[in-house]
């Protein structure tokens, strides 16, 4: 069972697309100098399809849902990816603080993200918007996810 604790509208956590972005609790990585520490507690709403159907068309002009978590219960997080893709033709981004997509995902339902984040926060490495990040962005192309890590570094123009 996925908890929400809130939500926003950002254009900074997913490249070139407008976001809801969802908060998950019930984290189970506790990364040292995590700045959600927060959400690593069993707290908040249970996440339905219905409270996310109310989100989504609340928020017109959106053109992403992003799921802030979720890796306590990775089968219920697919479950609603693919709600969104087949009830609102929404891109579905996933942060991660895995080093991998689980096994746990079949193929189809893998697929059925647009971007995924994956990395735990390694304070020595920084956040994604170091080039010195352990955490990767990537982003489906076809049925291939390409690193696109650069378009969070700010001292990265040439790409």
């Not at 249970?46 to 109310?54: C, G, I, P, R």
């Not at 059925?112 to 352990?134: A, H, R």
């Not at 390409?146 to 378009?151: E, F, M, S, V």
């Amino acid at each position: 069972m996925l908890k929400f604790v809130d939500f926003k509208v950002t254009f900074q956590e997913v490249p070139d697309e407008i976001s809801l972005c969802i908060n998950l609790s019930g984290c189970p990585h506790k990364c040292e100098g995590c700045h959600s520490s927060y959400l690593q507690e069993d707290i908040g709403t249970v996440l339905t399809t219905q409270l996310l159907d109310k989100m989504i068309e609340s928020n017109s002009g959106i053109t992403c849902v992003c799921f802030l978590g979720g890796d306590n219960d990775i089968p219920s997080l697919c479950t609603l990816a693919e709600h969104i893709k087949n009830n609102h033709r929404l891109k579905v981004a996933w942060y991660t603080g895995l080093n991998w997509i689980p096994s746990s995902i079949d193929r189809p339902t893998y697929i059925t993200f647009d971007f995924v984040k994956s990395g735990p926060y390694i304070k020595s490495l920084g956040p994604l918007t170091s080039n010195t990040t352990n955490q990767r962005f990537y982003a489906k192309e076809g049925l291939v996810f390409h690193d696109i890590t650069y378009k969070f570094w700010t001292n990265n123009n040439e790409n």
